[in-house]
């Protein structure tokens, strides 16, 4: 049996010491060393880690994407309060990051929006009715 549970998202980066200044502008703390290969950052409940793309390819067995190409992945930050959605694209953007979708209310009955860091990762931004969060920010999924 394999737990349920997710406890670190890595992204291969081609420039991990951009990358990292990147999400370290956005106010998130990395709790590593700097270097060109390997970066950690602590969110609520996983770890959100950079690793050299040609390293990350190499140890997995998998073939390098092209620089730039979506991998048909999103990763998501889930705010607490419908608002929060637009200040966290306003941060996004004043950081670097392309938007790729403004605020607005959705079919499923919140809000949400996307934006992509400099190596075209894309992240939502969203706010679900009735979210809850754990004391380190973890999500509580409310349905």
Not at 11 to 37: C, I, K
Not at 102 to 131: H, I, M, Q, T
Request: proline residues 8%; charged residues 20%; aromatic residues 12%.
């Amino acid at each position: 049996m394999i737990p349920g549970r997710l406890t670190v998202v890595t992204l291969g980066a081609y420039d991990v010491p951009a990358l990292r200044a990147f999400y370290e502008s956005l106010g998130w703390t990395s709790n590593t060393p700097g270097g060109d290969e390997f970066a950690a950052f602590p969110l609520g409940g996983a770890v959100f880690t950079l690793y050299r793309m040609d390293l990350l390819a190499e140890e997995s067995h998998s073939p390098m994407p092209p620089r730039g190409a979506w991998r048909a992945v999103t990763l998501a930050i889930n705010v607490e309060r419908e608002e929060m959605v637009a200040e966290a694209i306003d941060a996004a953007r004043a950081a670097g990051a392309q938007i790729r979708a403004e605020p607005v209310k959705r079919d499923w009955g919140g809000v949400s929006a996307y934006f992509a860091d400099p190596e075209g990762n894309v992240w939502e931004v969203a706010w679900l009715p009735d979210s809850r969060f754990d004391e380190r920010g973890a999500l509580i999924w409310p349905y």
